[in-house]
T-cell receptor
Framework: AQSVTQLDSQVPVFEEAPVELRCNYS??????LFWYVQYPNQGLQLLLK??????LVESINGFEAEFNKSQTSFHLRKPSVHISDTAEYFC?????????????FGGGTRLMVKP | KAGVTQTPRYLIKTRGQQVTLSCSPI?????VSWYQQTPGQGLQFLFE???????NKGNFPGRFSGRQFSNSRSEMNVSTLELGDSALYLC????????????FGPGTRLTVT
């Protein structure tokens, strides 16, 4: 079984400032890791994923996350945020040996970008 | 390519009734998963169907059930609705296998009164 903890429920930040959204997981098996974003009244959109290989993964809109196996973390970062990044962000894991598609999500972090 | 569609988008039901929600996956996707999202419990996995067979099941009571048709469209049913079933129900589709990049629909918001 897996569990995911997102350490901050809300993160307020000014526009153009850097931000880090923290995610720690617990699992008895190796995992795949994901970050999803949810805008108001919408479903979830995949932001980025770690499956294997390089521990630093990047998205097309400037976000990056680093897989740290020793600290069981997968923190999300962006060097300069925009107003349009205001949304809720979810970290999720899936067990490597799971057959099929079953994601365990963290509680979410609401990113609030202020002008 | 069209995304995942869910119908209806909004639904109001009375306690004790039953409800059926529908999900049409992205063309070619054979896996459909369902999640419940509530302010208190967050996002929780309900079940996954692949090729008309339930492949995984979350920790929900038997009142929650689902099925998948030969065209990969899926339905979930909740019987004997309770107030606590009020939630956003999200459907996600994926190609076969693992790793699993899932594409989510906009959800059905169910309100139980």
């Amino acid at each position: 079984a897996q569990s995911v903890t997102q350490l901050d429920s809300q993160v307020p930040v000014f526009e153009e400032a850097p931000v880090e959204l923290r995610c720690n997981y617990s699992s008895s098996v190796s995992v795949y890791l994901f970050w999803y974003v949810q805008y108001p009244n919408q479903g979830l959109q995949l932001l980025l994923k770690y499956l294997s290989g390089s521990t630093l993964v990047e998205s097309i809109n400037g976000f990056e996350a680093e897989f740290n196996k020793s600290q069981t973390s997968f923190h999300l970062r962006k060097p300069s945020v925009h107003i349009s990044d205001t949304a809720e962000y979810f970290c999720a894991v899936s067990g490597l040996k799971n057959a099929g598609n079953m994601l365990t999500f963290g509680g979410g972090t609401r990113l609030m970008v202020k002008p | 390519k069209a995304g995942v569609t869910q119908t209806p988008r909004y639904l109001i039901k009375t306690r004790g009734q039953q409800v059926t929600l529908s999900c049409s996956p992205i063309s070619g996707h054979r896996s459909v998963s369902w999640y419940q999202q509530t302010p208190g419990q967050g996002l929780q996995f309900l079940f996954e169907y692949f090729s008309e067979t339930q492949r995984n099941k979350g920790n929900f009571p038997g009142r929650f059930s689902g099925r998948q048709f030969s065209n990969s469209r899926s339905e979930m049913n909740v019987s004997t609705l309770e107030l606590g079933d009020s939630a956003l129900y999200l459907c996600a589709s994926s190609l076969t296998g693992t790793p699993n990049e899932q594409y989510f629909g906009p959800g059905t918001r169910l309100t139980v009164t």
